[in-house]
């Protein structure tokens, strides 16, 4: 049974950072395809940033630059580096993975495994 485990949200005023940090428990992640998503209320959930078994990567237009995934394989951590925010990305921030994909992917249907979310505050 795949568990993801999210950890790192907090309140923090615009222009500030934070990391995200997000443990696969149930099995062995180095070969799997893992992703951020958000969602604000009344917003979908979207799709912020993934990373593959190579450490190749993809991310949303609207973070890019300001935000960086990278993962630990011998800890089976997935993160997620969030600078210059703004209080448009306040969010629940996801961590998911397919266990299938192979390439980096931010469409959220390719999905199986989510953790239940920490919030992101931005203050203006």
């Known amino acids: 049974q795949i568990q993801l485990d999210e950890s790192g949200g907090g309140s923090v005023q615009a222009g500030g950072s934070l990391r995200l940090s997000c443990v696969l428990y149930?099995?062995?992640?180095?070969?799997?395809?893992m992703a951020w998503f958000r969602q604000a209320p009344g917003n979908e959930r979207e799709g912020v940033a993934s990373?593959?078994?190579?450490?190749?990567?993809s991310y949303a237009d609207s973070v890019k630059g300001r935000f960086t995934i990278s993962r630990d394989n011998a800890k089976n951590t997935l993160y997620l580096q969030m600078n210059s925010l703004k209080p448009e990305d306040t969010a629940v921030y996801y961590c998911?993975?397919?266990?299938?994909?192979?390439?980096?992917?931010?469409?959220?249907?390719?999905?199986?495994?989510w953790g239940r979310g920490t919030q992101v505050t931005v203050n203006s």
């Open positions: 149930g099995y062995t992640f180095d070969d799997f395809v």
């Open positions: 998911a993975t397919s266990a299938t994909l192979l390439r980096p992917d931010l469409h959220r249907n390719e999905y199986r495994y």
């Open positions: 990373i593959d078994g190579d450490a190749d990567t």
